[in-house]
């Protein structure tokens, strides 16, 4: 077999250009794997808390607050939060919701 005159540079550009292709798009799927993956953290309790104090604890913490409820309760004060979902201790990624109702303290009788 006879090669032509440069043959094997062209050959040789292309498997490089194939190389850094490969090492391309191992490198952007690994950023992406390691930014969708996300930093977790484990959910504080905010019973208890006033409603501004959650949502400082859980925004410390990377979470977001949202009121669900507000229902009576006979051991927690008014405007305080009575029960949080996902409860305290759980481990959620940064980012996520935590919903709470608030306490419209003991019910009148």
């Known amino acids: 077999m006879i090669s032509r ?18 090492v391309f798009s191992l490198g952007a799927g690994a950023v992406i794997y390691v930014a969708l993956r996300g930093r977790t953290v484990d959910v504080p309790s905010v019973v208890g808390l006033s409603e501004e104090g959650a949502e400082s ?13 507000r229902v009576h309760d006979d051991k927690i004060p008014a405007d305080a939060v009575c029960d949080q979902y ?6 959620v990624k940064t980012g996520q ?3 709470v109702s608030l306490s419209l303290g003991a019910e009148a009788r």
Not at 86 to 91: F, L, N, S, Y
Request: glycine fraction near 10%; charged fraction near 20%; proline fraction near 8%.
């Open 97 to 99: 919701l935590v919903r």
């Open 57 to 69: 604890e859980l925004d410390d913490a990377g979470l977001r607050m949202v009121v669900k409820s």
């Open 86 to 91: 996902p409860p305290a201790g759980t481990t």
């Open 5 to 22: 005159p440069g043959s094997s540079i062209v050959i040789n550009r292309l498997l490089l250009v194939l190389l850094l292709g490969a």
